[in-house]
Each structure stands twice: as C-alpha cells, then as structure tokens.
C-alpha cells in the first residue's frame, strides 16, 4: 500500500512536469492558417477574370449589362452554337486550322533553328563566335518594332503578304533569341566530357549535335515547344499587319472581327470566342506547367 | 629561314600530337582544325545568320535610313533630313500624348507589377508545402496576358455596369466604365499590367529559394526585426533577380500594344488614351501610310531603350552584388 502510496506520488510528480496538452491551435497552426486562406483569396481575384469569362459564355445576349451577378440567370448554350458558324462568313474550326497550321510550323522551325545556333555558340570554337553571341544578346533585348516596317516592305517585295511566310519564315532563321539564349544556357550546364567523349569516337560536330546533344538538351526542347506554340498562337501584330483575307485569318484576327462588332450587338459569342481562343493554351498550361515554371525560373537567375 | 623551321617544328609537334592525343582521332593539324571549327561554327549558325543580318540588321539600318525620308510604300523614299523627328517633337501633339500615357504606364506600372511580384513571391515562399499550386495560379495571367482575349475579356470587365463597375457601386463609388473615361483607362491598362505579375514572381521566387536559410538565422539572433531583415538580406542577394526583371518589364512594358488595340478597336481612344507608342507607330505607318515618320518613331524608341539598358547596366555595379562576389 504505502509503495503504491509511492508511485502514486511519483505519478503526480512526474504528471506535473508533463507538460500540458497544447491547444490544437498553436501559433504555428494558426499562422499557416492564415497564408493558406490569404493565398486562396488572392487566387480567386487573380483567377476571377478566367472564371466571369467561364460563366459568362453561358449568359444570354440581353443579360450583358443587365445581371452583375457572376452566375447566368438562364443558362444556354446559344452562344456556343452561334460562335461555331464563325464569322465573316468563315467557320470556327477554321481559324482554329490556320492557328494550329501557323503555330506548329512556326515551333518547328523555332526548334530547329535555335538548336542549330545554340549549339553553335555553346560548342563550337570558331573565329566571331563573341561577336555574334554578344549581337544575340542584343536582339533580346530589341524592340522589334524597328524593324516591322523594313520587314513588311520586304515580305511585300516578296510577294507574300496574304500568305504565312512572313509569319513562319523568320522562326526558321532563329529570329526570336529568347530560344536561342534558353538552349545555349541549357547546353553550358552539360558536361564537355558528354560531348567530347563522342568527338574522341570520331563523330563531327553534325553527329555530335544530332546523336548526343539533341537528345541530352530535351527538357530545353519541350519548354521551347511550348512557349513558341503558346506566344505564336497569341500573336496579333504580326497576322495583322500580313494576312489580310479572312478565310485565312488566325484566332487572334478572328477574335478582332468579333470585337470590332461587339459595339452593334453580340457580346455572347464575342466572349465566347474568347473562351475557345484561349482553350489550347490553358490546356498547354495544365498539362506543362511545371516544366514552363522551371523554364522562366532558370532564364530570370541565369540571365 | 628560321621561321619556317619554327613552322615546321610546331607543325611536327602538332602531328605528333594530333596522332598521339586521343583528343584529334583524325591527325589533323591545328590548322585544319580550326578550319573545321570555323566551318562547323558557320555551318550551324547559317540560319540564324541569314535571320540577323536579313530580318534585323539589315532592316535596322534601312529603317534609320526611311526615318530620315518621307515613304508611303509607293512612290520611292523622298529625303527630308531630321524633318520627322522635329516634326515628331514639336509640331504633333498626338505624338507627345503617346509618349506621356505611355511612361505613365511604364514608369508607374512597372514598379507597382514588380512589388507585387516581389511580395507575393515573399509570401509564398513562406512555405513549400501547398504553394505549388497557387504559384501555377498566380503565373496563368502571364501566359495569357498578352492575348486578345483576355483584352476582350477586360473591356467587358471593366465596361459599364460590367463585373467591375458593379462592385464598385456595392461600394457607394459611382464612376461607370472605366473604358470610355479619359482619367481610368490608363490605370485600367496598368492594372492589366499587374495581373501579369506571375512571371517576374516565378524568377523572384527562384531567387528566394537560393537565399541561404543561415543568413535569416543568424539575424534573428541579433534580434534583427522583419523590415530590417528585409532590407540587409533579402533585397541584397535578390538584387540580380531585381535588375534581370526591372531591365526585362521595362522594355516589354514600352511595348504594350495588342490591348490596347483591342480595348480602344485599335482608335488608341478616348482622347488617345490608350494611344500607346507602338500603337500610334503601327497607325501611322499602316493608317497613315507614313513608313518614314514611323521610322523616326521607331528609332526614338530604341534610342531610349537603349539609354535605359546602358543606364540600368552601368548603376548595376552600385545595386546589384551577385552571390559570391565577396570571395
């Protein structure tokens, strides 16, 4: 008895130095609590546009104006069935066509010619390569815009205005340097000895480049890929200033078309068409967006 | 005589050498090496040279050339001196409305975008766990931005009795449209600016996460408070981060057009409002007709461009300290 006296004044002791449950709400918690609801609210302004634009695609013509409200008062699907006659007497589907044409031509071309220069400038010692490599620095930060005129003058003497080759010849001659600069940066962080090892076989520069450096530089391709697709599928000023019939018109164009009538009347199957524009792309998005995060992260610190 | 002794000499050696060293499988001398080299160099940058030198050197100078001429694409270029420029300067109001809204947006812009790339980047970085998910949300505008139809969908937003305009009024603040007034189209533009914040927060965010935990550690044991922490450690070692984005927005930031052709049915209106510099450049070269006052336009542009790169370049060595500088 009394030794069970004992432990039971020994469990009281060491109960008291035990200390108390903590409150399940402890700062730590509470803080962590906090960001996650600070960062949902700023999610939803930040996305809110995307989703008024989601919604509305299903308001009536005569709600534009007249319901604040996010949700439609009488939901259709009118608008989408008006928005797939298309416009200007053309389908949807065919402004889809010619973006899709415009865009996976203009990434082929991007890959292939600034893989070819990157690795011109990452691996190749020849006499100009510093001169070079500084002028393609140079054009990063160029405002293109000096030379639109000079350009459309000589697409015009080339007869091609109204075709895509002003739209699609340049990305095959590496115009746009941001790809060129993601590569070079890309084949710097791979070890010499990778591609020295196949040199030492015997292997020239071409089968160096197309065996071994192609395929180690992959990540730099897919990243490149998605943003050509993506920024060429935006672009507007270039569509605007050389396709001039409609039937060959890309989305973007397309969309302007909808907009310039917007004032008379149909502001469904505008933002309707607006929806559907940016549909490849979000879904480019979802799918990549890791891998285009990690491509601007890398540009900003080693830029 | 001696000279060639010393070449063949050195031409020996390289033989030697080309044949020993695993390094040259195929006994070339230094000398067809470097051909080699040269010709592969060349070789692999054919296409992007044909680009430089057609698609944007080459138009640079012509385009300096036109600016210096009246050109209306069909009767040839007629030489007028600095008449564009001074024309440009003193004589058309239009041209000084462009440029004023457009280093509003700039200059008020791109401050605003970047502090709340800053911040939000900040922010996130307060924890790994989760933020993956609100850095890809918050990164979507970027992607998009640019787009027409997110011009679309921001007249309509911020038109009368729009998403906008509404909350406003929940707020007692009657202001109507923001598209068809003079004083908030432009801060309607910047805040469209702002909603792209997500890239520039992607790279600073990249930046925090290299900041060595240690240095914060350290601070909080000499009881260094957050804004001082803030001040001696974060803004030094993101300093690179700082000058690649503020270089990187402001030239984009200059460039600003597919909006604001979209908001205003490309008029650059109300009152030129929305007038933005390579909007007002593109109408009076493809409106107009006026290829050499374009021009002009054009090299004005890169001209300040260029001054703030070399102006940005140059403090840099005041402001920016890239890690391991001190060693």
């Known amino acids: ?303 | 005589m001696v000279t060639s002794t010393v070449n063949r000499v050195d031409d020996a050696t390289d033989q030697q050498r080309a044949s020993a060293s695993p390094r040259d499988p195929k006994g070339l001398t230094r000398k067809q090496r470097h051909w080699r080299e040269n010709i592969a160099g060349y070789g692999f940058l054919t296409p992007w040279l044909v680009g430089f030198f057609g698609l944007t050197l080459v138009p640079m100078l012509y385009s300096l050339y036109l600016s210096f001429t009246r050109y209306n694409l069909f009767s040839p270029p007629e030489w007028i001196g600095f008449d564009n420029y001074i024309r440009m300067f003193t004589e058309d109001p239009n041209y000084t409305q462009s440029v004023k809204i457009t280093l509003i947006y700039v200059l008020v812009g791109t401050p605003i975008k970047l502090a709340a790339a800053l911040g939000v980047a900040m922010l996130l970085n307060y924890r790994d766990r989760g933020a993956g998910f609100f850095r890809s949300s918050f990164y979507a505008p970027s992607l998009i931005g640019a787009s027409v139809s997110v011009a679309i969908v921001w007249r309509a937003m911020f038109s009368t009795d729009g998403p906008v305009d509404n909350s406003l009024s929940f707020f007692g603040l009657e202001i109507g449209g923001w598209v068809g007034n003079v004083a908030l189209v432009v801060p309607m533009m910047i805040l469209l600016a702002v909603w792209q914040f997500g890239a520039p927060m992607v790279i600073f965010l990249a930046g925090l996460k290299q900041v060595p935990r240690e240095l914060y550690e350290a601070a909080d044991m000499d009881g260094a408070g957050p804004v001082k922490k803030f001040r001696s450690i974060t803004l030094p070692m993101l300093s690179s981060v700082v000058f690649f984005n503020l270089l990187l927005e402001l030239i984009g930031a200059f460039q600003v057009f597919s909006s604001a052709y979209i908001i205003s049915n490309g008029s650059g209106g109300p009152a030129g409002m929305t007038n933005f510099y390579t909007l007002y450049l593109y109408k009076r070269a493809f409106s107009d007709g006026q290829m050499g006052y374009a021009s002009a336009m054009a090299w004005t542009l890169v001209i300040v461009v260029a001054i703030i790169a070399f102006v940005l370049f140059r403090t840099s060595k005041m402001w920016v300290h890239y890690q391991g500088d001190n060693r």
């Not at chain 1, 505008?270 to 992260?297: D, E, K, Y």
């Open chain 1, 1 to 303: 008895m009394t030794q069970r006296g004992d432990v039971w004044v020994r469990d009281d002791a060491d109960q008291e130095r035990v200390p108390a449950p903590r409150p399940y709400w402890n700062r730590k918690r509470i803080t962590t609590a906090i960001w996650f609801i600070a960062m949902a609210a700023l999610t939803a302004i930040v996305l809110y546009p995307l989703v008024w634009l989601i919604f509305a695609t299903f308001k009536d013509n005569s709600e534009f104006g007249q319901n604040p409200a996010l949700l439609p008062e009488d939901p259709t699907f009118d608008n989408y069935a008006k928005v797939m006659e298309g416009i200007a007497g053309v389908p949807l589907w065919r402004f889809f066509a010619n973006s899709a044409v415009i865009a996976i031509a203009a990434t082929a071309g991007t890959l292939i010619s600034s893989s070819m220069a990157a690795y011109a400038f990452a691996r190749i010692r020849f006499k100009g390569v510093g001169i070079f490599f500084t002028a393609m620095i140079g054009t990063l930060l160029l405002p293109f815009h000096v030379v639109i005129i000079p350009q459309y003058i000589l697409f015009n003497n080339l007869g091609m205005i109204d075709t895509y080759w002003p739209l699609i010849l340049p990305k095959f001659l590496a115009t746009e340097a941001f790809f060129v600069f993601l590569m070079v940066q890309f084949m710097r962080g791979i070890p010499r000895e990778m591609d020295e090892a196949a040199r030492v076989d015997g292997a020239g520069h071409v089968r160096t480049f197309a065996s071994i450096m192609l395929p180690l530089i992959q990540p730099a391709l897919v990243t490149s890929a998605i943003f050509s697709f993506i920024w060429t599928w935006n672009d507007f000023l270039a569509p605007l200033m050389y396709v001039t019939s409609p039937e060959k018109y890309p989305v973007p164009i397309a969309l302007k078309l909808y907009n310039d009538q917007t004032s008379t009347s149909d502001y469904g199957a505008t933002v309707t068409a607006s929806l559907l524009g940016m549909v490849p792309i979000l879904l480019f998005f979802l799918v990549f967006q890791r891998l285009l995060i990690a491509g601007v992260a890398t540009q900003g610190l080693k830029g």
